[in-house]
């Protein structure tokens, strides 16, 4: 399977902490992006990383992507309890069109 | 600026019934994508489509299931004689063009339950 793997499958700390989950993925992509999806709501987009860039920013977020690894690490820093959610990767290999291929997701629980 | 639109958010159906599923993209944006998300799992690519072309439907059962997206309207899933197992959230997404560079926005699902 080409699909991208979350780990750790689900993740509980206390607000203020930081939350690190990772995902990979098993051949060469174009671009990775994460989503949050609030508990039986829509998802979200929070960043795209193309394959030639190693980190990016946004706000409380921070990507990384190692591709000589197949891998990419999503941290959220001085978590809220409002962060409380389930997050997925999602690659866009190459050669496979432009769908998104999800990985099963880190659930998130941030404890006031 | 509305964002991607699905109706109906819940749709329930008896065993054997047919369902039918809508997405309106963004404005302005020509590419279509369903995804099927079962409980505790992450989203499964279904079907790509551009108005009036099926581009890509390697996701898609080969039997039962079907999708449009006609010049006038919204994109259409169509299930036909729907089984327990089609219970699901079904997601659309839309793209304002073609290539990975572009990023999907969501809507926000149909869910689905067969009884």
């Known amino acids: 399977s080409q699909q991208g793997e979350e780990d750790p499958q689900a993740l509980s700390i206390q607000e203020g902490e930081n939350a690190t989950m990772n995902c990979s993925y098993k051949?060469?992509?174009?671009?990775l992006q994460w989503y949050r999806q609030n508990s039986g709501r829509g998802l979200v987009h929070l960043i795209l990383?193309?394959?030639?860039?190693r980190e990016k920013h946004s706000g409380r977020l921070r990507v990384t992507l190692d591709t000589s690894k197949k891998s990419s690490s999503l941290l959220i820093t001085a978590s809220r309890a409002a962060d409380t959610a389930s997050y997925f990767c999602?690659?866009?290999?190459?050669?496979?069109?432009?769908?998104?291929?999800f990985g099963g997701g880190t659930r998130l629980m941030v404890k006031p | 600026n509305a964002g991607v639109m699905q109706n109906p958010r819940h749709l329930v159906r008896r065993r054997g019934q047919e369902a039918r599923l809508r997405c309106s993209p963004m404005?302005?944006?020509?590419?279509v994508y369903w995804y099927r998300q079962l409980p505790e799992e992450g989203l499964k690519f279904m079907v790509y489509?551009?108005?009036?072309?099926?581009?890509?439907e390697s996701g898609m059962p080969k039997e039962r299931f079907s999708a449009e997206f006609p010049k006038e309207g919204p994109s259409i899933l169509r299930i036909q004689q729907v089984v327990r197992g089609d219970s699901a959230a079904y997601f659309c997404a839309s793209s304002p063009g073609q290539g990975s560079t572009y990023e999907q926005y969501f809507g926000p699902g149909t869910r689905l339950t067969v009884t």
């Open positions: 999602a690659t866009v290999f190459h050669n496979a069109g432009n769908m998104l291929t």
């Open positions: 051949t060469s992509i174009n671009n």
């Open positions: 990383i193309r394959s030639n860039e």
């Open positions: 404005k302005g944006h020509s590419h």
């Open positions: 489509l551009q108005k009036e072309n099926i581009i890509d």
